[in-house]
């Protein structure tokens, strides 16, 4: 390719990396990736003397979003030049003295304080205009609200999340394409909220790294005084050491060693000259400051073959590949899986199976593959959907293409009814959780329920399966066994049928003696009829029987289970007609959901909240001031103790 062709090429692919990374929060290819064409891009220019005005050797950054006011920097926020090489490090840094510090992964922000309380905060936005996030910016649990110097102050720091923090936001994600793919993501969404009230539960945190302005104060000529002066008011400051050319590199292998242990994102160290003078003397280039420069850690990277694609289908219908290779050591573990993203990288990359791949861990932390060195591109992009059968389509968003499953009534889409299945009040399944189901569905091992009841025809599969052993699947397998003894209630539940809760189950169960065909085959009139059960809940019930798929999936499942039909009590409708409120503690019983139970197999049914029809309220506390009491007292229902109503209805 002509060399001036290429450097276009590479322009645009670097702006719609950056675009994708800074104004979307989205990453379209590695860190590796994007500095190995940016240096490829920078040597062109060099070699060539062609510069495009939008090539991003000249720009510092991406346009900010319109969502949030923006302002102008009162002096521009550079990049920093950069190497990857010890010695050179070494050698930039010459005869000076240096503070070397975390270069952390996070969003650049700047302070300004105006008689001691925070005035403004501005994001770095593309160096020239950054957005206001003021009122997020004061939600960083770490920055100070009010500080003791008066005067006006400007500092510039990093707002992070940890690792520690981002990986319990991300638990508590239950949707897999809503869960963030790093830190950094996470806390540039969070500090660009319109909503403060978010980005103060995502516990944002703010570094200083640079003092702009401190009107009136001396410093010596000290870049670590200044630090000190910052940590003085309550700012945490970015671990830093001093440093020479004589301890630099031993500087330099602590912070190496220290990454495996630090919470706080870094994608390397930054060398800034400690005096201030000097450093103010060498001015500037377009794009970078002459007093600093970062260090990236030179990536350990490893050669491996692609084994092949695992196809992960989601809820949301996007279909993620993970490149799984054989294993190798990296940054001291074992590393043989690293998420593609989409299909974009796919084909960027050129992934075949077999090809021989290079992978490193990103930040030494996120594996990722670095090169291909093969680019056969054989790789058959899957025609049917793991999870259903059903066949994929390939989306393209904004210029990224994603595999995709339309298929409605994908199992993976349907994972809340699989987890409410194995739920406690259905079918119990100990150690089936949401994340567990997700990862069978992708496999293809669950389709239906009555598949629950086949896994152990992936018994091997399972326990190779990371986060599972032997272990792990005899205590899941016997818990799935133990479920195929049931009741028809805990069936019904299981269902998800459209309005049918517990209570309804119960209901349902009693009026037909427990019998599941009777239930199944009952038309509308005779349902609506029930009560309780109403014109709009028997709808659901014969709607959901009436569709043949699911009532294939019924028979399937039935075919699994033993049912066990309750004997029946002399005392089965002692309490029919009569409706009960239970609230309060109570001494006879281990919780409510034990009386209730009682009152319901007695043909009694159980409320949430004091009616006319109420027949009486159960409280151990007859005198208490509650709304409920108040209620039962305005509309003349009884309230009785635990004791009065085992006394007097059983």
Same mark, same amino acid.
């Given at each position: 390719?002509?060399?001036?062709?290429?450097?276009?090429?590479?322009?645009?692919?670097?702006?719609?990396?950056?675009?994708?990374?800074?104004?979307?929060?989205?990453?379209?290819?590695?860190?590796?990736?994007?500095?190995?064409?940016?240096?490829?891009?920078?040597?062109?220019?060099?070699?060539?003397?062609?510069?495009?005005?939008?090539?991003?050797?000249?720009?510092?950054?991406?346009?900010?979003?319109?969502?949030?006011?923006?302002?102008?920097?009162?002096?521009?926020?550079?990049?920093?030049?950069?190497?990857?090489?010890?010695?050179?490090?070494?050698?930039?840094?010459?005869?000076?003295?240096?503070?070397?510090?975390?270069?952390?992964?996070?969003?650049?922000?700047?302070?300004?304080?105006?008689?001691?309380?925070?005035?403004?905060?501005?994001?770095?936005?593309?160096?020239?205009?950054?957005?206001?996030?003021? @009122?997020?910016?004061?939600?960083?649990?770490?920055?100070?609200?009010?500080?003791?110097?008066?005067?006006?102050?400007?500092?510039?720091?990093?707002?992070?999340?940890?690792?520690?923090? %981002?990986?319990?936001?991300?638990?508590?994600?239950?949707?897999?394409?809503?869960?963030?793919?790093?830190?950094?993501?996470?806390?540039?969404?969070?500090?660009?909220?319109?909503?403060?009230?978010?980005?103060?539960?995502?516990?944002?945190?703010?570094?200083?790294?640079?003092?702009?302005?401190?009107?009136?104060?001396? $410093?010596?000529?000290?870049?670590?005084?200044?630090?000190? %002066?910052?940590?003085?008011?309550?700012?945490?400051?970015?671990?830093?050491?001093?440093?020479?050319?004589?301890?630099?590199?031993?500087?330099?292998?602590?912070?190496?060693?220290?990454?495996?242990?630090?919470?706080?994102?870094? !994608?390397?160290?930054?060398?800034?000259?400690?005096?201030?003078?000097?450093?103010?003397?060498?001015?500037?280039?377009?794009?970078?400051?002459?007093?600093?420069?970062?260090?990236?850690?030179?990536?350990?990277?490893?050669?491996?073959?692609?084994?092949?694609?695992?196809?992960?289908?989601?809820?949301?219908?996007?279909?993620?590949?993970?490149?799984?290779?054989?294993?190798?050591?990296?940054?001291?573990?074992?590393?043989?899986?690293?998420?593609?993203?989409?299909?974009?990288?796919?084909?960027?990359?050129?992934?075949?199976?077999?090809?021989?791949?290079?992978?490193?861990?990103?930040?030494?932390?996120?594996?990722?593959?670095?090169?291909?060195?093969?680019?056969?591109?054989?790789?058959?992009?899957?025609?049917?959907?793991?999870?259903?059968?059903?066949?994929?389509?390939?989306?393209?968003?904004?210029?990224?293409?994603?595999?995709?499953?339309?298929?409605?009534?994908?199992?993976?889409?349907?994972?809340?009814?699989?987890?409410?299945?194995?739920?406690? !009040?259905?079918?119990?399944?100990?150690?089936?959780?949401?994340?567990?189901?997700?990862? $069978?569905?992708?496999?293809?091992?669950?389709?239906?329920?009555?598949?629950?009841?086949?896994?152990?025809?992936?018994?091997?599969?399972?326990?190779?399966?990371?986060? $599972?052993?032997?272990?792990?699947?005899?205590?899941?397998?016997?818990?799935?066994?133990?479920?195929?003894?049931?009741?028809?209630?805990?069936?019904?539940?299981?269902?998800?049928?459209?309005?049918?809760?517990?209570?309804?189950?119960?209901?349902?169960?009693?009026?037909?003696?427990?019998?599941?065909?009777?239930?199944?085959?009952?038309?509308?009139?005779?349902?609506?009829?029930?009560?309780?059960?109403?014109?709009?809940?028997?709808?659901?019930?014969?709607?959901? %029987?009436?569709?043949?798929?699911? @009532?294939?999936?019924?028979?399937?499942?039935?075919?699994?289970?033993?049912?066990?039909?309750?004997?029946?009590?002399?005392?089965?409708?002692?309490?029919?007609?009569?409706?009960?409120?239970?609230?309060?503690?109570?001494?006879?019983?281990?919780?409510?959901?034990?009386?209730?139970?009682?009152?319901?197999?007695?043909?009694?049914?159980?409320?949430?909240?004091?009616?006319?029809?109420?027949?009486?309220?159960?409280?151990?506390?007859?005198?208490?001031?509650?709304?409920?009491?108040?209620?039962?007292?305005?509309?003349?229902?009884?309230?009785?103790?635990?004791?009065? $109503?085992?006394?007097?209805?059983?």
């Amino acid at each position: 390719m002509e060399k001036s062709a290429r450097i276009h090429e590479l322009v645009n692919i670097l702006n719609a990396a950056s675009k994708a990374y800074y104004a979307e929060d989205a990453e379209i290819m590695s860190n590796f990736e994007y500095d190995r064409l940016y240096d490829e891009l920078c040597g062109l220019e060099k070699e060539t003397g062609i510069i495009l005005s939008n090539s991003p050797t000249q720009s510092v950054g991406y346009e900010s979003v319109d969502e949030l006011p923006k302002e102008r920097h009162e002096s521009p926020m550079l990049s920093l030049d950069k190497t990857k090489d010890r010695e050179a490090l070494r050698d930039w840094l010459g005869d000076q003295e240096a503070l070397l510090s975390w270069k952390l992964d996070g969003l650049t922000i700047v302070l300004t304080y105006e008689n001691g309380s925070l005035a403004k905060a501005v994001t770095r936005g593309n160096g020239e205009v950054g957005e206001v996030i003021t @009122a997020n910016a004061r939600c960083f649990v770490n920055l100070p609200a009010a500080i003791p110097f008066k005067g006006k102050l400007i500092l510039r720091g990093e707002a992070v999340i940890g690792y520690s923090d %981002f990986e319990k936001i991300n638990n508590e994600i239950t949707d897999a394409d809503s869960k963030y793919k790093n830190p950094r993501n996470l806390c540039s969404g969070s500090v660009r909220q319109l909503n403060s009230e978010i980005t103060a539960k995502r516990h944002v945190r703010f570094y200083a790294f640079n003092l702009v302005t401190a009107e009136g104060v001396d $410093f010596g000529n000290s870049r670590a005084a200044q630090f000190e %002066f910052l940590n003085r008011l309550g700012f945490a400051v970015v671990e830093y050491h001093r440093v020479t050319k004589d301890n630099i590199l031993e500087r330099i292998e602590y912070f190496a060693k220290s990454i495996e242990n630090n919470d706080i994102p870094s !994608d390397g160290l930054v060398l800034t000259l400690e005096d201030l003078e000097y450093a103010r003397s060498l001015g500037r280039t377009a794009k970078f400051p002459k007093d600093s420069i970062a260090f990236k850690w030179a990536d350990e990277i490893s050669r491996t073959h692609l084994k092949y694609i695992e196809w992960s289908p989601s809820r949301t219908g996007l279909i993620n590949p993970v490149a799984v290779f054989d294993p190798v050591e990296l940054e001291g573990t074992t590393v043989e899986r690293a998420s593609v993203h989409n299909l974009s990288m796919i084909e960027s990359l050129k992934l075949g199976i077999g090809d021989e791949i290079t992978v490193y861990k990103a930040n030494m932390i996120i594996p990722q593959i670095a090169e291909n060195l093969t680019k056969s591109g054989n790789l058959e992009i899957p025609e049917v959907c793991p999870a259903c059968g059903g066949p994929t389509a390939i989306m393209n968003d904004n210029g990224t293409r994603t595999l995709v499953c339309p298929n409605k009534d994908c199992s993976a889409k349907m994972i809340k009814s699989f987890t409410l299945f194995v739920s406690r !009040d259905a079918m119990q399944i100990d150690g089936m959780s949401e994340a567990t189901l997700e990862k $069978f569905i992708a496999r293809g091992m669950i389709r239906e329920y009555a598949d629950i009841y086949k896994l152990e025809a992936y018994r091997d599969e399972i326990c190779n399966m990371e986060g $599972f052993g032997e272990k792990s699947y005899d205590n899941l397998h016997e818990s799935i066994e133990k479920s195929r003894n049931t009741t028809l209630v805990r069936v019904i539940y299981s269902l998800g049928i459209l309005n049918v809760g517990l209570s309804n189950a119960k209901v349902l169960c009693r009026f037909f003696d427990h019998d599941f065909d009777r239930i199944r085959n009952a038309k509308v009139e005779e349902l609506s009829a029930i009560e309780g059960i109403g014109d709009v809940i028997a709808k659901s019930i014969v709607n959901y %029987f009436s569709d043949p798929a699911k @009532a294939k999936a019924v028979d399937n499942l039935i075919e699994c289970l033993h049912i066990e039909k309750p004997e029946t009590s002399e005392n089965a409708a002692k309490l029919a007609g009569k409706t009960f409120v239970i609230t309060g503690s109570l001494n006879n019983y281990s919780s409510r959901g034990e009386l209730k139970d009682i009152i319901e197999q007695m043909g009694g049914k159980v409320a949430g909240s004091v009616s006319s029809n109420t027949t009486c309220l159960i409280n151990n506390d007859v005198t208490s001031q509650s709304s409920k009491n108040k209620k039962a007292k305005e509309l003349g229902v009884a309230i009785i103790s635990e004791d009065e $109503f085992i006394h007097e209805y059983l």
